[in-house]
């Protein structure tokens, strides 16, 4: 079974920095390329940032780039987002998404808020 | 940017009726591959999206034969052939075609 688990989520004020990490099991992480989606609170989703299975290639939404870098760390199936510079609008739970066919699998997702 | 544009934004269902939900793109999301990557998502009250329908018209495992995609080119639907009191949620599109990926703004289904 395909299992994601967001961790790293917090309260932090604005300009602060934040890294999430994504632990994946059930499936060969190295295989997979990998996406972070964001769900601001009542509102709908975002896609933040994309990395291929290699990690060779990145993409960024316009909203986060130059703030935002994704990684990963496929010896320990792990997905990261670094976050700096935050703003009050990045407050929303972040989502670890596989790539397969898009989108295919998510996790339960971690809450980031900013505010002072 | 591609704009997804799903309409309705709210609809009230009635359990055991049809129900329908259209999506249009602002661009083609025909791929160079020739296949459509529009996906379909459902979120449930407190949980995390799920899909139910990627490239256009394929269902994802154990989702329900009562969901189904359709259309071309520019634009989309998800059918629900009849209503269960577990589809209360709310659906989004989503188009795979392009960079940025973009997702509609989202239709909420309520009894």
């Known amino acids: 079974e395909v299992q994601l688990v967001e961790s790293g989520g917090g309260l932090v004020q604005p300009g602060g920095s934040l890294k999430l990490s994504c632990a994946a099991s059930?499936?060969?992480?190295?295989?997979?390329?990998m996406n972070w989606v964001r769900q601001a609170p009542g509102k709908g989703l975002e896609w933040v940032s994309y990395?291929?299975?290699?990690?060779?290639?990145?993409y960024y939404a316009d909203s986060v780039r130059g703030r935002f870098t994704i990684s990963r760390d496929n010896a320990q199936s792990s997905l990261f987002l670094q976050m700096k510079s935050l703003r009050d609008e990045d407050t929303a739970v972040y989502y670890c998404v596989r790539d397969y066919y898009i989108f295919d699998s998510w996790g339960q997702g971690t809450l980031v808020t900013v505010s002072s | 940017d591609v704009v997804m544009t799903q309409s309705p934004l709210s609809l009230p269902v009635t359990l055991g009726q049809p129900a329908s939900i259209s999506c249009r793109s602002s661009q083609s999301l025909v791929y160079s591959d020739g296949k459509t990557y529009l996906s379909w998502f459902q979120q449930r009250p407190g949980q995390s999206p799920r899909r139910l329908i990627y490239?256009?018209?394929n269902r994802d495992s154990g989702v329900p034969d009562r969901f189904s995609g359709s259309g071309s080119g520019t634009d989309f639907t998800l059918k629900i052939s009849r209503v269960e009191a577990e589809d209360v949620g709310v659906y989004y599109c989503m188009q795979g075609a392009r960079w940025p990926r973009t997702f509609g703004q989202g239709t909420r289904v309520e009894i």
């Open positions: 490239q256009l018209s």
């Open positions: 059930g499936f060969t992480f190295s295989t997979y390329s």
């Open positions: 990395i291929s299975s290699s990690g060779s290639t990145i």
